[in-house]
């Protein structure tokens, strides 16, 4: 089993930043892949970013320039740098964990982007 905490979020002016972050504590092991998600209202959830245990990293085009994912495997947490929002970005941003035979979802942490 595996766990991820959500946090970071909050509500942000256009053309400011947040910092995501995503603790995974258990079977850590097992993670080959880790996602960010969002899912705005009324709207799909969609794939963000993705970071490989590699180190390969994939950003949704839109997100490119703007969006950044890392990881810390020290502290066994991923990030997801978000600079320059706009209010399109506003959603519940979801982490997830991919490994073998199944995944692992947070519980989301909502970013606002508002004036």
């Known amino acids: 089993q595996v766990q991820l905490v959500e946090s970071g979020g909050g509500l942000v002016q256009p053309g400011g930043s947040l910092r995501l972050s995503c603790a995974a504590s258990?079977?850590?092991?097992?993670?080959?892949?880790w996602d960010w998600y969002r899912q705005a209202p009324g709207k799909e959830r969609e794939l963000v970013a993705r970071?490989?245990?590699?180190?390969?990293?994939n950003l949704l085009d839109s997100m490119k320039g703007r969006f950044t994912i890392s990881r810390d495997s020290a502290k066994n947490t991923v990030y997801l740098q978000m600079n320059s929002l706009k209010p399109e970005d506003t959603a519940v941003y979801y982490c997830?964990?991919?490994?073998?035979?199944?995944?692992?979802w947070g519980q989301g942490t909502q970013v606002t982007v508002s004036s």
């Open positions: 997830r964990a991919d490994s073998i035979g199944r995944d692992y």
């Open positions: 258990g079977a850590i092991r097992s993670i080959y892949a």
């Open positions: 970071i490989t245990s590699g180190g390969i990293t």
